[in-house]
């Protein structure tokens, strides 16, 4: 069974400060790795997508990926009350075209 | 603008009802997938199709049926809703099967 884990938390941190939010996989097959946002109530939206090793940034977010260790994870730089949310983490696999979601990190940045 | 849509946000059923939840997305992407999403339990995949008239079963298709007769609509079909149907329904399409998948905005049913 091909997984994707991530702490549930939550996971508090303080206005401005920056969240960090980890990811494992088991399956080294996989090819690309996306983080979700959402939003209580809501449906998932993509914040990032990473499909080499190293960082990739956009804005206030960093994702950071590595293979070896199998292991992919979310930076948030200034952190903001409006970040507060559950994020997932998803896999995807082109051998067997798999695409697997973790049970998601819920965020909440405190004022 | 990338957009898929559901056909209600929320939903009412009796036990028993054969339940029809509907599924469109205008970005002419193959794949399209059915998840339902409990407190605790993350996203299941119910169903998933790669193509127009295929499909495959996900994680929990039990209970559940779909159909995808034209490329930018799919269907879930609950035979005989019960209660422990009761659930966020969402659809999410992509356009390869490994690639990023866009969500609609789901569907709240709610089996009494």
């Known amino acids: 069974q091909k997984e994707v884990e991530q702490n549930s938390g939550p996971l508090s941190v303080p206005e401005g400060a920056i969240a960090s939010l980890n990811c494992t996989y088991s399956?080294?097959?996989?090819?690309?790795f996306f983080w979700y946002r959402q939003y209580s109530g809501k449906s998932p939206e993509l914040i990032m997508s990473?499909?080499?090793?190293g960082d990739k940034e956009d804005g206030r977010f960093t994702a950071q990926l590595n293979k070896a260790s199998q292991y992919v994870s979310l930076l948030i730089r200034d952190s903001q009350p409006s970040d507060s949310a559950t994020y997932l983490c998803?896999?995807?696999?082109?051998?067997?075209?798999?695409?697997?979601f973790g049970p998601g990190t819920r965020l909440s940045v405190l004022p | 603008d990338v957009k898929v849509t559901q056909s209600s946000r929320y939903l009412v059923k009796r036990t028993g009802e054969k339940v029809f939840l509907e599924c469109v997305q205008d970005?002419?992407?193959?794949?399209m997938f059915w998840y339902r999403q409990d407190p605790g339990l993350g996203l299941r995949l119910i169903y998933f199709?790669?193509?127009?008239?295929?499909?495959e079963k996900g994680d929990i298709p039990e209970g559940y049926s779909v159909s995808r007769e034209k490329k930018e609509r799919f269907s879930l079909i609950l035979e005989s809703a019960s209660t422990n149907q009761t659930s966020m329904y969402l659809c999410?399409?992509?356009?390869?099967?490994?690639?990023?998948?866009?969500f609609g905005p789901g569907t709240r049913l709610t089996v009494l």
């Open positions: 199709s790669y193509d127009v008239k295929m499909k």
């Open positions: 990473i499909y080499s090793n």
């Open positions: 999410a399409s992509s356009l390869i099967s490994v690639d990023e998948q866009f």
């Open positions: 970005m002419d992407h193959e794949n």
């Open positions: 399956d080294r097959g996989s090819q690309s």
């Open positions: 998803a896999s995807g696999e082109n051998y067997g075209q798999n695409f697997v």
